[in-house]
């Protein structure tokens, strides 16, 4: 079984700051590794998607891999309360076949 | 901009009834997957397909589920007879192509067996 683990939270973070989200997996052959939000009663939505380690980013989301440690990342600058979300970190495994974690929950105080 | 659909949006059954949930990926994708998610757990792949054939199957994608393609647009879930713990959230997605291509969830159907 492949292991995908992200603290469940919640995560409180002010208006403006800067959200960091956690995930590590178990699997050393997953190949690439993927960001998604979910609202409460909705689907996954895909934020960002990373397969080099290292950084990489997209407005105001960052996404941090290092294949060593087996741990990739999510920085959110300038958080809003909008951004309030279970964030589900997703590893791609075999080219086809893909193994969630249970998502850390982000509260966005005003 | 082009969406996954599913219908229905919600199903209740009686449990060892048959249940099919459908789904009309994006018309030019080509990789089409289930995801389960139970209340207030993860997101579990079930199944993907590709070339009209399943690719790749988790533990969870027993003999009582099956997957088709009938036509060139609907991708359909069958689950032959239905256990109250089947009772969960199915995401149908669709992707252009495999590993870094995005993939577009549906919005759900959520299925109650009762």
């Known amino acids: 079984q492949k292991e995908v683990e992200q603290n469940s939270g919640p995560l409180s973070v002010p208006e403006g700051a800067i959200a960091s989200l956690n995930c590590t997996y178990s699997?050393?052959?997953?190949?690439?590794f993927f960001w998604y939000r979910q609202y409460s009663g909705k689907s996954p939505e895909l934020i960002m998607f990373?397969?080099?380690?290292g950084d990489k980013e997209d407005g105001r989301f960052t996404a941090q891999l290092n294949k060593a440690s087996q741990y990739v990342s999510l920085l959110i600058r300038d958080s809003q309360p909008s951004d309030s979300a279970t964030y589900l970190c997703?590893?791609?495994?075999?080219?086809?076949?893909?193994?969630f974690g249970s998502g850390t929950k982000l509260n966005v105080k005003p | 901009e082009p969406e996954v659909t599913q219908t229905p949006s919600h199903q209740v059954t009686q449990m060892g009834q048959e249940v099919i949930l459908r789904c009309v990926p994006i018309?030019?994708?080509?990789?089409f997957y289930w995801y389960r998610q139970i209340l207030g757990q993860k997101v579990e792949f079930l199944v993907s397909?590709?070339?009209?054939?399943?690719?790749?199957k988790s533990e969870i994608f027993d003999d009582q589920f099956s997957v088709e393609r009938p036509d060139g647009s609907n991708f359909t879930l069958k689950i032959r007879s239905t256990k109250l713990e089947d009772s969960a959230m199915y995401f149908c997605?669709?992707?252009?192509?495999?590993?870094?291509?995005?993939?577009?969830f549906g919005p759900g159907t959520r299925l109650l067996v009762l």
């Open positions: 997605a669709s992707s252009a192509g495999s590993q870094q291509e995005t993939q577009y």
């Open positions: 990373i397969y080099s380690n």
């Open positions: 699997d050393r052959g997953s190949q690439s």
């Open positions: 018309s030019n994708h080509l990789y």
């Open positions: 997703a590893v791609l495994y075999n080219f086809n076949k893909f193994y």
């Open positions: 397909f590709y070339n009209n054939e399943i690719s790749e």
